[in-house]
């Protein structure tokens, strides 16, 4: 992890924090219970790593300071938990940076979804059954991220016998699907396409991905399910811990950076609470700045709360596996992975447009956006559901408290340079979204269109 240069600042917003002894501390004058909509939140979550900022704004007091009390209450799938931020049940959630993309577009929650800032950068990796990584070992350079080319022949052999080769990822409008089926269509595999109420997407498909709960990844695995997944940590971790599975390759190295999980809630709950939705988000941030704070010196100590039965319920080791800028892909093989789970360097935390233009892509690229659309659409569905002006007017308010520093929240117009290189090579401008999808050898070409009988 790159060292922060928030240090000082956050030594000083920390001195005021609750550090687990003594009283509750008394919140600012500006965000005094009194002055909030709403002073009791409930915020859903699913049993991932990257609910670290939600868990750190609770256990270290941040939220406490804002005049908030807040609940966190884990759910069973992400379906359960989009369905109760779309109902009222809950107020607000850790989510998918799909689920409000999909809102947007009307793919899913029927309730117009925002998000008003990123939980995480990156976090996901893919792992492969033993007897699947047994054959394709001899083959693999691991100086290199692992292409999944080297699949090919084991897909092959799979459907020479009858079988179909099988993965799982989370959910339809996941990162998770679409970095795995960008990995896959990298190396010459189709995960197939989506038609109209299909929530399959395997129409065309060389390998058959399915849906599958996070938690569920690592037994789904053992029992023979899936030949491999695409999951969030702790999960890909669980399955090195348990050996039955080794994971071959993260998402950085993939797709390159771009938005992991989000925080998400309704438009109207932030209509409706503004200054509920701005005490909420300077509590995360602070959290998000405290969890990177001098290159991650505090990823131990979030690691002990996150193992809690009532967050993630993970083993100390199996978290500490991805959490500290290193991931461990086997017994005796852990590699630096300083991009992984980052949650405020590099302004992880921004609720950039360009990170949801990459998704809007991917929904065009396999069949969840029927026909094509002008990059101007791509453009005005990424700023009908995320919301970097209700961060930056969060962010800004925490600079004159005193409690950021200025620089900490640089001007943007929304739009991140991205400098990774994908593992195919090709560049991801997000201002040319449809040139973008124009370029796969694999995916919706231009003036394709899905319909109930297949592609057009």
């Given amino acids: 992890m790159k060292k922060s240069l ?20 008394e919140a600012p004058k500006a965000a005094a219970k009194g002055d909030l909509e709403k002073a009791a939140v409930k915020i859903g979550f699913i049993k991932l790593t990257d609910i670290a900022p939600l868990v750190i704004a609770k256990e270290k007091g941040f939220f406490a300071e804002e005049g908030l009390t807040v609940t966190l209450e884990p759910q069973a799938n992400w379906k359960v938990l989009v369905d109760g931020v779309s109902g009222g049940q809950l107020d607000a959630a850790h989510m998918l940076a799909g689920h409000p993309i999909a809102s947007g577009v009307g793919i899913g929650s029927k309730v117009k979804i925002v998000t008003p800032l990123s939980l995480d950068m990156n976090g996901k990796g893919i792992t492969l059954s033993n007897k ?8 693999l350079d691991k100086s290199k991220p692992v292409s999944a080319a080297a699949l090919a022949p084991v897909v092959a052999k799979y459907r020479s016998e009858g079988k179909p080769f099988k993965m799982g990822m989370v959910f339809p409008v996941s990162g998770h699907n679409y970095v795995l089926r960008y990995w896959l269509a990298a190396g010459g595999l189709n995960p197939g396409f989506y038609l109209p109420g299909d929530a ?57 950076l771009n938005a992991d999980k989000v925080f998400g809630m309704t438009e109207a709950f932030a209509k409706t609470n503004p200054k509920t939705s701005k005490a909420l988000l300077r509590a995360i941030i602070r959290a ?33 596996a991805s959490m500290t800028g290193k991931f461990t892909f086997g017994d005796g093989d852990t590699r630096a992975t300083p991009e992984f789970n980052m949650f405020f360097d590099q302004q992880s935390s921004y609720p950039f447009y360009s990170d949801a233009i990459w998704v809007l892509t991917q929904m065009r690229r396999w069949g969840q956006i029927a026909e094509d659309k002008p990059d101007s659409w791509y453009v005005d569905t990424a700023k009908s559901v995320y919301r970097p002006d209700l961060y930056m007017e ?29 593992i195919d090579g090709v560049a991801f401008d997000p201002r040319k979204p449809s040139a973008y999808v124009a370029s796969f050898s694999i995916g919706l070409k231009p003036g394709q269109k899905v319909t109930a009988a297949g592609v057009k």
Avoid at 290 to 314: F, H, I, M, S
Avoid at 395 to 421: I, M, Q
Wanted: charged residues 20%; contains cysteine; proline residues 9%.
């Fill in 132 to 139: 699947v990584h047994g054959m394709i070992a001899p083959t």
């Fill in 200 to 256: 399959a997407g395997t129409t065309g498909a060389d390998v058959q991905l399915s849906v599958t709960p996070p938690p569920q990844m690592p037994s789904t695995l053992e029992a023979g399910t899936i030949d491999g997944y695409a999951v969030g940590e702790p999960w890909n971790q669980a399955s090195v811990a348990k050996k039955i599975g080794v994971p071959v390759i993260v998402d950085p190295d993939i797709a390159g």
């Fill in 288 to 320: 998000q700045m405290w969890l990177d704070e001098e290159g991650g010196k505090n990823r131990p100590e979030a690691v002990k709360l996150l193992a809690q039965p009532q967050y993630v319920g993970a083993d100390e080791k199996v978290l500490m």
């Fill in 6 to 25: 928030l240090a000082s600042a956050i030594t000083l917003a920390l001195s005021t924090a609750l550090v687990g002894c003594g009283g509750a501390p």
């Fill in 394 to 422: 969060a962010a800004k308010s925490l600079v004159a408290d005193g409690k950021a520093p200025a620089d900490a929240f640089p001007e943007s117009d929304g739009f991140r340079t991205y400098t990774k290189a994908a």
